[in-house]
Nanobody
Framework: VQLQASGGGSVQAGGSLRLTCAAS??????YGWFRQAPGKEREFVGA????????YYTDSVKYRFTISRDNAKNTLTLEMTSLKPEDTAVYYC??????????????????WGQGTLVTVSS
């Protein structure tokens, strides 16, 4: 599957951004967002887990970020609100067939998009 992420940019703290990941080619069942800040490891942000059709988030983005999946358009959207400087990172979309224990891990995903930069200034 090819994944194309878009929508990154620069915003002031408290602002909002929407990221979209468009998938084409082979279809995986679950899709997620990860991010990597400078000098840090890539970390889980959230994911749509097809096995139970639930959406999972890391604690630091709960109630601020919202993930939605559009099967007809084969897209995954990340709505980010109340952005903080610590949200600054390159955001990656990912696709795969993880099991529940791996839905929050990089190892659960087989295909990765190219990343889109989100910069939040204070």
């Amino acid at each position: 599957v090819q994944l194309q992420a878009s929508g990154g940019g620069s915003v002031q703290a408290g602002g909002s951004l929407r990221l979209t990941c468009a998938a084409s080619g082979r279809t995986f069942r679950s899709y997620g967002w990860f991010r990597q800040a400078p000098g840090k490891e890539r970390e889980f942000v959230g994911a749509f887990f097809d096995n139970n059709r639930r959406i999972y988030y890391t604690d630091s983005v709960k109630y601020r970020f919202t993930i939605s999946r559009d099967n007809a358009k084969n897209t995954l959207t990340l709505e980010m609100t109340s952005l903080k400087p610590e949200d600054t990172a390159v955001y990656y979309c990912a696709a795969g067939n993880p099991i529940l224990s791996s839905v929050r891990t990089r190892e659960g995903y087989r295909s990765w998009g190219q990343g889109t930069l989100v910069t939040v200034s204070s």
